[in-house]
């Protein structure tokens, strides 16, 4: 078992076990490399061996715990035929949501759009760099998908005054999501994912009379799904206030915490596997800085089942010698 694995299972591990959010991607001079020559970024998504390769990259350098599958969030709405494409310095654009040609797409449809994640899976479960270490799969919950979906991009600071307007479009799009998620960790978990994280970045956003309907249900929901499965989960439901409350409600098997979470604090709240909290932009500064922050961390959660994680992604302006640095200062500690 990987230690990953038995730190969620509430074992005490011979290492403290590390992954990054975003591990592989622009940081890494290789995936720039990659990159390049590849404009269209779902495409790149949907190439198994590309998307294998990129995978592994981080673990060719750094001595992490985990791999977490090259993918997106978004190729789930790519898998039900809404248009989705990435815009340099933008960020996603999706295209128009058309309800009824999204309710005509099947599960077999969906599974023959989004197939090479799959392969990708299958081949960086089998690949010999990820022995001991856990194979992550991921999805947006239903919350994030939802704000993009109707959003059509990256709400940034807040939504549209007219995000709620009708309701009857939302409740369809949210069922239509759920259907989709169930199909595609399922097959996540049947090709090899060993762990499913649940990304809910934008679960900030909402007013806390909104989060019943929009996050716990849902996500608490599909946290079950994947329990039924036998699969560990982790949330992350970013910019969340109350994550005792969200624990309680959603109950997954690890929370991952934001920087914005006072650690000390939530170290007294909460029973359950932690993951993540350190701010990436640390990473940004220098050696020092970085091994005190880190030590905090590790300090702060030394009697307690922890996951070494940042607080969000890995910025794309980090020097890899820092994330070098973190890896060893982690596991030296
Ligand atoms: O290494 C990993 O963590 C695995 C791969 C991964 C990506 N996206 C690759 C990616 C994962 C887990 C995600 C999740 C994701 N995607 C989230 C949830 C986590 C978060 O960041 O809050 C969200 C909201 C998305 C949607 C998304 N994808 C946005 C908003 C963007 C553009 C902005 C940005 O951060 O670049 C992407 C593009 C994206 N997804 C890149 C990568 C490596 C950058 C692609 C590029 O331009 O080269």
Redesign the pocket.
Known sequence: MSPIEQVILNKKTQVNPIWI??????YLPE?REI?KRNTD?IKLCLDPNLSTEITLQPLKRFDLDAA???????ILPFGFKQKVE?K?NF??ILGDLNLEQISKVTENDFIQRVKPVYEAINLVKNNKITKNKSTIG?V?APW?LLV?IINKQ?PKLKLKDNFFKDFSLIKQTLEIIEKFLKIHIKNQINSGAEIIQI?D?WAGLLDDKDLDFYVYNPTHSLVKYVQSLNVPVICFP?GIKNYKNYCETVKPDAICIDYEIDPIKIQKEIRIPIQGGMDPKILLTDKDILKREATKYLDIFKDHPYIFNLG??VL?ETDPNMMDYLVKTVKDY
């Open positions: 959010m975003r591990q592989a991607g622009r995936f990159r970024f977490i599958i090259f993918s997106d969030i978004l990435f340099k960020g996603p991921f947006g994030t993009y990256s990304f970045s970013r969000h992604g794309p």
